[in-house]
């Protein structure tokens, strides 16, 4: 494998998740967080695959069936994402206001899903077939990272929504975001991997309508916080 190989992998790996990552903070251009914890919570997500593939591996060893073998590495992938964000970026004072819990763990989770490109764009680039690469490239920018994305954002509304609530109360949140998060990953890692195309084709706007969702939770979200700024102001 050349490093001209490896720098495609790398570029095309980074560049959906800059994308939307870039969107991401567009939205939040009024009240914009520090580039350096944002930075932080990207890097912190591509540390985590590292992390997932030895306990994913070692799932799979030890499991029986795609639906359980399936469920563990959303499971891992989602729990591993919510406690790097939580010891490494949600503690900070920086984080105040409700929208930034699902503005830092949507970030996380596009540093993870940068890496997790890049991973399966290599195995198409170095057999030398550059445009399945770009293909592969192409879903994963509409589907798989669309995925981690709506499912750490998950857990960030669970944070967002019980802001003001009891720490026990925000602890059964955030595990019913956790829930949610795996439920919702494991849902289309079953569609894209156990069936045919047609179907694998039909996840995509399924994914799409549910992010639709929750994009329109987070203008809610941000209406509100905004709302509440002004009046204490």
């Known amino acids: 494998m050349t490093v001209t190989m490896l720098?495609?992998?790398?570029?095309?790996?980074?560049?959906p998740s800059f994308i939307w990552l870039y969107f991401l903070l567009k939205e939040d251009a009024r009240h914009p967080e520090p580039k350096m914890l944002i930075a932080l919570a990207f890097v912190i997500g591509m540390m985590v695959v590292p992390l997932a593939l030895p306990l994913e591996q070692y799932a799979k060893a030890y499991l029986y069936g795609n639906f359980s073998i399936l469920t563990s590495w959303a499971l891992i992938e989602e729990l591993l994402k919510y406690i790097v964000a939580a010891a490494?970026?949600?503690?900070?004072?920086?984080?105040?206001?409700?929208?930034?819990?699902?503005?830092?763990?949507?970030?996380?989770?596009?540093?993870?899903?940068?890496?997790?490109?890049?991973?399966?764009?290599?195995?198409?680039i170095s057999?030398?077939?550059?445009?399945?690469?770009?293909?592969?490239?192409?879903?994963?920018?509409?589907?798989?990272?669309?995925?981690?994305?709506?499912?750490?954002?998950?857990?960030?509304?669970?944070?967002?929504?019980?802001?003001?609530?009891?720490?026990?109360?925000?602890?059964?949140?955030?595990?019913?975001?956790?829930?949610?998060?795996?439920?919702?990953?494991?849902?289309?890692?079953?569609?894209?991997?156990?069936?045919?195309?047609?179907?694998?084709?039909?996840?995509?706007p399924l994914i799409w309508m549910v992010a639709l969702v929750f994009f329109a939770a987070f203008e809610v979200l941000k209406y509100f916080q905004y709302r509440n700024f002004l009046h204490n102001t």
């Open 88 to 124: 490494c970026i949600l503690w900070r004072s920086a984080v105040d206001e409700a929208p930034d819990y699902v503005i830092y763990m949507i970030t996380v989770a596009l540093g993870f899903a940068a890496v997790e490109n890049m991973l399966f764009l290599l195995l198409p």
């Open 7 to 15: 720098g495609y992998a790398f570029l095309g790996g980074l560049l």
């Open 127 to 204: 057999n030398g077939n550059f445009l399945m690469g770009v293909s592969t490239g192409d879903l994963r920018f509409l589907g798989s990272t669309l995925v981690h994305v709506v499912s750490s954002a998950s857990i960030g509304f669970a944070f967002a929504f019980s802001a003001k609530y009891r720490p026990l109360a925000r602890i059964i949140a955030s595990a019913l975001g956790l829930i949610l998060a795996t439920a919702l990953h494991t849902a289309f890692n079953m569609l894209i991997m156990n069936q045919g195309a047609s179907i694998t084709l039909a996840a995509f």
